[in-house]
């Protein structure tokens, strides 16, 4: 843990001087050694969480890249120990989704908190429940693919650990959103219409129900279970869900 301390130490006090070849070479070996690390102490774990937080809001672009990276990195590699630290984690993920400056802070940002979320099945999503959904919308129509495919899964996850308490804000979300969602199911990048599809299952739960319509044919052989719960919705949407042979 100490060779933790200690590389990060370096690795996060990257000079904004440096080339950005050295940069990401810094980076990169610091992300292999931590990838092999295994974290148990806790004092210690918490002098390195202490490290992150300062990095995450540092005015250097790099840095605060770097340090949600290595969130998602202790995520993996500790998911116990994280989830006793989830409120900082997920304070200093959130805090990442808004950064002004850097659009590859925010993927980021979203990479770990979907990492964070799976880990821990959602708890301690609360709180932030509300900005999280709100800014993963803004991003779901993003020019850059990558951008836009992370926020499409984290929609879709968001879609699972609503909860009860979250359910009516999240429900007015997804009708905000609906129309953007449909379109990238025919995303120009195959990654995140494929993305998409799953995310579009996840939110159409969320839609109101129609009372008295049904929909019974052979193509609901396809996917039983999903064609009955969306028997009871919009029926262009089923339709469109088979047209594009989403089910």
Same mark, same amino acid.
């Given at each position: 843990? %100490?060779?933790?301390?200690? #590389?990060?130490?370096?690795?996060?006090?990257?000079?904004?001087?440096?080339p950005?070849?050295?940069?990401?070479?810094? #980076?990169?070996?610091?992300?292999?050694?931590?990838?092999?690390?295994?974290?148990? $102490?806790?004092?210690? =774990?918490?002098?390195?969480?202490? #490290?992150?937080a /300062?990095?995450? *809001?540092?005015?250097?672009?790099?840095?605060?890249?770097?340090?949600?990276?290595? =969130?998602? #990195?202790?995520?993996? /590699?500790?998911?116990?120990?994280?989830?006793?630290?989830? $409120?900082?984690?997920?304070?200093?993920?959130?805090?990442?989704?808004?950064?002004?400056?850097?659009?590859?802070?925010?993927?980021?940002s979203?990479?770990?908190? +979907?990492?964070? =979320?799976?880990?821990?099945?959602?708890?301690?999503?609360?709180?932030?429940?509300?900005?999280?959904?709100l800014?993963? *919308?803004? =991003?779901?129509?993003? %020019?850059?693919?990558?951008?836009?495919?992370?926020?499409?899964?984290?929609?879709?996850q968001?879609?699972?650990?609503?909860? *009860?308490?979250?359910?009516?804000?999240?429900t007015?979300?997804? $009708?905000? +959103?609906?129309?953007?969602?449909?379109?990238?199911?025919?995303?120009r990048?195959?990654?995140?219409?494929?993305?998409?599809?799953?995310?579009?299952?996840?939110?159409?739960?969320?839609? %109101?129900?129609?009372?008295?319509?049904?929909?019974?044919? %052979? /193509?609901?052989?396809?996917?039983?279970?999903?064609? *009955?719960?969306?028997?009871?919705?919009?029926? /262009?949407?089923?339709?469109f869900?088979?047209?594009?042979?989403?089910?």
């Open positions: 843990m %100490e060779q933790m301390q200690s #590389i990060l130490g370096q690795s996060l006090s990257i000079p904004a001087s440096q950005k070849r050295k940069k990401a070479s810094v #980076i990169s070996c610091f992300s292999k050694l931590s990838g092999k690390l295994k974290f148990q $102490k806790r004092e210690t =774990l918490k002098n390195v969480f202490s #490290i992150l /300062e990095r995450a *809001r540092d005015p250097n672009a790099t840095k605060r890249h770097l340090a949600m990276r290595s =969130l998602g #990195i202790l995520a993996c /590699e500790a998911p116990d120990q994280v989830r006793k630290y989830r $409120k900082t984690v997920l304070d200093l993920l959130v805090h990442g989704l808004y950064d002004p400056v850097s659009s590859d802070v925010i993927h980021q979203m990479k770990t908190l +979907t990492i964070v =979320l799976s880990k821990t099945q959602g708890k301690g999503l609360g709180p932030f429940f509300p900005d999280v959904t800014q993963t *919308r803004t =991003l779901l129509d993003d %020019e850059n693919d990558s951008v836009r495919h992370s926020a499409v899964i984290l929609f879709g968001l879609a699972t650990f609503a909860g *009860r308490k979250w359910k009516k804000f999240f007015v979300q997804v $009708k905000q +959103t609906w129309d953007s969602l449909l379109t990238h199911l025919q995303d990048n195959p990654q995140v219409a494929k993305a998409c599809k799953t995310t579009v299952r996840a939110c159409s739960l969320y839609l %109101e129900r129609r009372k008295g319509y049904s929909v019974q044919n %052979e /193509e609901d052989q396809r996917n039983p279970r999903l064609s *009955r719960q969306l028997s009871y919705h919009h029926p /262009e949407l089923l339709q869900l088979y047209a594009n042979k989403i089910l």
